[in-house]
């Protein structure tokens, strides 16, 4: 047994996904005792819906009550168990990225996190004694628990468990350690830049005072550099280096005025690790990258990049600023698409471990924000307006907040953006949490709010176990690589012996027999002569929660390599709506056990909102399509393992699945079920590349065409 989906409830469908799964001949299901439920427990037979040796599907009884359920599955040799809705845990952060000081917060973000708020619990046991602390619940749901760390915690390293609070103590599961330690103290003094000869008149050039002022700053070994209220105009790049803060006195009282470049320097501002930004409004018209942060050239990341903040800074950029020419428009946006590779300046972009932005109002010629390699990240509070050609993207980054954000465009060839794995030096993306963010006004280009994206991948084809974590591969690698190093990639073995099994790669080796791959666990089932692998990018572990879209193509999209997303509890109007795409993207690159829960379309007629860019007019959907290219039979499906639950399309959308080839369905193993679909012209379609699915107490009203 390699998964299966929760959240469930009664009445709902269990689909789990291994090997050799026609050979089970019954299956059982009891509901797990709470502490305060006595009566539960009592296994109940139920039948089993699909079987195949890839999968099997059932469902939890009607008359059982929300919870944690067990289930057995037998057959001749024994009997294969599991226990549902228990949290799964995909990764923790903390207000020290990895580590949590007393007092501070700690995150959990995963499945089933916390199903009943009076009852979750996290426990912390200190490394080499026995006794229990508990982190109190300041907030959760299924997807995310914020918990406290006691202020008189002492320091050092700590077992986690976690219960979400069904089950009681049967309930509870490992969630890792955590270091407890305190946070660096804000140490130096201040250096107030008029003290260093700035003028706030908004006419004397302060460039040099303020950099006066850095210096101190750095000689003292860190500090404040102090703007008081005022208008600074600055006429260079100003460096910050590590230990150093800019801070003004309040956001809408400090101006920092550069004016136009004839010679673009690689940012207005410019750190590599341990600076922060509070407390001002910069001001840009010809204008390179306004911050940048964490990078020694071009988008190489420097060493030790990280510990960036830019808090409560506002940013107003543009290069189109006032009355221009034609001619002269044309030819500032000919000079950025020559300069930046994205073919425009990204006002905020940051590399490195531990980032924060919060309270910005970012608005630039080009991109608003982006995220490369980063990790540990929080983005909250913000409001980021892409210009001409931009969209905000998070790049190769994992363990990442992205929350309570406005995202929109001020320009309208400007769009949205997403996550990606789209650099030569990146292998992998994941943990990434979306929630509570408003996506509205994209207009230009592919028009996607929420998109995921990373064409190409590094092996597909026949792959062979010498060992249970080892690999050899039988056929020539991808001759173009989607990055350098392979490490951390993702290993999906996509048909013959073992499909539906997932790993990442260790490292890689040449030998005389051809390529031998380790992998990061070992995998429950061998694979043999039948068995074919691909190793792309890794994209896994998105959660894109409780988001609002208006007026944009695609609301949420994964697009190529997924794995384990959910995309819950969202609202559109004027999208084209949810969607994933299993495709070959010069590389074959699938999507697998994703679920859509409780979206919710509202307005579903669109005009060329995508995702097909050919389409003039349509219904919104939610959308599962593998895109199978071969007639031939056995080929490898493009999706598996879908759920679609519980979503709501009020009119004009529809819920469609396409695999396109029947010979060798490119979507197999999908459950539709509970949804509601107002007057639609199209209704729930499923076509015949479409392998073991179910769809059950579904509602739907058709109109004609």
């Not at 959240?7 to 089970?24: F, K, N, R, S, Y």
């Not at 490369?372 to 998070?394: E, M, P």
């Not at 190409?456 to 176990?465: D, E, I, K, P, W």
């Not at 819920?655 to 459950?671: H, K, L, N, Q, T």
């Amino acid at each position: 047994m390699f998964w299966f989906n929760d959240p469930v409830g009664p009445d709902e469908t269990v689909m789990v996904a291994g090997a050799d799964l026609d050979q089970i001949t019954s299956a059982t299901v009891a509901r797990i005792a709470d502490t305060t439920d006595r009566g539960s427990g009592q296994e109940t037979t139920v039948p089993i819906l699909q079987s195949n040796p890839l999968s099997l599907k059932f469902i939890i009884p009607q008359n059982f009550g929300a919870g944690l359920y067990r289930f057995t599955l037998t057959h001749a040799q024994g009997a294969i168990s599991g226990r549902v809705n228990l949290p799964t845990i995909y990764w923790k952060q903390a207000d020290l990225g990895d580590d949590a000081s007393p007092g501070s917060w700690l995150q959990v973000f995963g499945r089933n996190i916390v199903r009943d708020g009076n009852r979750a619990q996290l426990s912390l046991t200190l490394e080499g004694s026995s006794g229990r602390i508990d982190a109190p619940l300041v907030k959760g749901d299924l997807w995310r628990g914020i918990f406290r760390i006691p202020k008189d915690i002492r320091p050092g390293r700590y077992a986690l468990r976690l219960t979400n609070g069904d089950g009681g103590e049967s309930g509870s599961v490992d969630a890792g350690a955590l270091t407890v330690r305190a946070s660096a103290p804000v140490t130096g003094q201040d250096f107030d830049v008029r003290a260093y000869g700035a003028n706030g008149d908004g006419r004397f050039d302060s460039t040099r005072a303020i950099k006066a002022a850095i210096d101190a700053a750095r000689d003292a070994g860190g500090g404040t550099v102090y703007f008081p209220r005022g208008r600074y105009l600055v006429s260079d790049m100003i460096s910050i280096p590590p230990g150093v803060r800019l801070r003004g006195e309040r956001t809408d009282l400090v101006n920092l005025l550069w004016p136009d470049f004839e010679s673009l320097p690689a940012a207005l501002i410019r750190g590599t690790s341990r600076f922060a930004i509070e407390d001002m409004t910069i001001y840009a018209s010809n204008h390179p990258h306004v911050i940048a942060g964490g990078f020694q050239f071009g988008e190489q990341q420097a060493p030790d990049a990280g510990d960036i903040a830019i808090r409560r800074v506002r940013i107003r950029a543009s290069a189109f600023r006032g009355l221009m020419e034609p001619d002269a428009t044309l030819r500032r946006m000919s000079d950025f698409q020559r300069t930046y590779a994205a073919a425009a300046p990204d006002s905020i972009r940051l590399s490195g471990d531990r980032i924060e932005v919060t309270d910005c109002d970012v608005l630039g010629s080009g991109h608003s924000l982006r995220l490369f390699k980063a990790s540990n990240a929080v983005v909250t509070g913000n409001t980021l307006i892409n210009g001409r050609y931009g969209a905000y993207s998070l790049v190769g980054s994992r363990r990442v907040i992205f929350e309570n954000n406005t995202v929109s465009s001020a320009d309208l060839q400007a769009s949205g953006g997403g996550i990606t794995t789209l650099s030569k030096s990146v292998s992998a993306s994941e943990n990434i949490f979306i929630g509570g963010n408003t996506f509205k006004a994209i207009y230009g280009l592919d028009r996607e709010a929420m998109t995921t994206d990373g064409p190409g991948g590094y092996y597909f084809g026949r792959a062979q176990s010498t060992t249970p974590d080892a690999l050899l591969l039988r056929d020539r690698p991808n001759q173009y690589p989607a990055s350098l190093d392979w490490t951390n990639a993702a290993v999906m073995v996509v048909n013959g012996r073992g499909a539906g099994q997932y790993a990442r790669l260790k490292s890689r080796e040449d030998r005389p027999g051809g390529l031998s791959v380790t992998l990061d666990r070992p995998l429950a089932v061998a694979l043999d002569e039948t068995s074919e692998i691909t190793v792309t990018q890794a994209q896994q572990n998105y959660l894109v929660i409780g988001n609002s879209f208006e007026d944009t193509g695609v609301a949420v999209q994964a697009y190529g390599t997924a794995i384990d997303h959910v995309f819950a509890g969202n609202r559109s109007n004027r999208t084209s709506g949810f969607a994933a795409f299993g495709l070959s993207y010069e590389q074959f690159q699938p999507v697998w056990r994703t679920q859509f829960l409780g979206n919710h379309i509202l307005e579903g007629n669109v005009y060329r909102a995508g995702p097909e860019r050919t389409i003039f007019s349509n219904e919104a959907s939610i959308l599962v399509r593998g895109n199978q290219t071969s007639t031939a039979a056995n080929r490898p499906p493009m999706v598996r393992a879908i759920i679609i639950r519980s979503n709501r399309l009020d009119q004009d959308s529809h819920i469609e699945i396409r695999g396109f080839a029947p010979a060798s369905p490119g979507v197999r193993d999908v459950v539709i079920e509970d949804n509601i679909t107002g007057a639609s012209r199209e209704g729930l379609t499923i076509d015949r590349g479409v392998a073991w699915w179910i769809a059950r107490r579904n509602e739907e009203r058709r109109i004609q065409k």
